[in-house]
């Protein structure tokens, strides 16, 4: 089981903002480990989409926002468009188990 | 452009072994950590393993200690994963992945990530 907790799905229309959390604890973001955010769209390979909280690869659209607070992160998705829909999946790593962690996954629906 | 290919992927019986491999090209592979990250059909996803560059440090998930070995063959731009004592919740889509670093320390990204190969443990 993970311990990095984010909510099964999120939904909203095209040009919504929406947002995905990561709940951890004070082993993992709590201890301010970096935390990375991580896009899989059905048949592809999962792409890098958040590092460090808030910075984003070249080629990752401003649309797509980071942030941190306490033992929390969250990724922000503004101007939800279709190609949205997928996959997204949290990581940082966890002192207690001495192991990269990744969060349970949220499914974005864009409806 | 970076590119992973993994291949390997197969059904195999409970306690049987299999090698995964996954070819790199697009960087200098040897300047780079490698990873293997895993995920069981419907699940989210676990990692697995890891190397240094050169192959100088290397870390497991413990599901998977003292059963799997993770390794690199610098030469020809591969890295392996290999897999004994399956086990059926063994049975998961593997995909490789780089750290954008020479060792992966704690709180690293994976920068790029390979298809994934599909691995069924199954009588």
């Known amino acids: 089981q993970s311990v990095l907790t984010q909510p099964p799905s999120v939904s909203g229309a095209p040009g919504e903002r929406v947002t995905l959390s990561c709940t951890g604890s004070s082993s993992n973001i709590g201890a301010d480990y970096d935390v990375h955010w991580y896009q899989h769209l059905p048949g592809t390979a999962p792409r890098l989409l958040i590092y460090g909280y808030s910075h984003r690869p070249s080629g990752v659209p401003d649309r797509f926002s980071g942030s941190q607070s306490g033992t929390s992160a969250s990724l922000a998705i503004s101007g939800l468009q279709a190609e949205d829909e997928g996959d997204y999946y949290c990581q940082s790593y966890d002192s207690s188990l001495g192991n990269y962690v990744f969060g349970t996954g949220t499914k974005v629906t864009v409806l | 452009e970076v590119q992973l290919l993994e291949s390997g992927g197969n059904l195999v019986q409970p306690g049987g072994s299999l090698r995964l491999s996954c070819a790199a090209s697009?960087?200098?592979?040897?300047?780079?950590?490698m990873s293997w990250v895993r995920q069981v059909p419907g699940k989210g996803l676990e990692w697995v393993s890891g190397?240094?560059?050169?192959?100088?440090?290397?870390d497991y998930a413990d599901s998977v200690k003292g059963r799997f070995a993770i390794s690199r063959d610098d030469s020809k731009n591969i890295l392996y994963l290999q897999m004994n004592s399956l086990r059926p919740e063994d049975t998961a889509v593997y995909y490789c992945a780089r750290y954008p670093r020479r060792v992966p320390v704690a709180g690293s990204r994976l920068d790029y990530w390979g298809q994934g190969t599909l691995v069924t443990v199954s009588s």
């Open positions: 190397i240094g560059s050169f192959g100088g440090t290397t």
């Open positions: 697009g960087f200098i592979f040897n300047n780079f950590a």
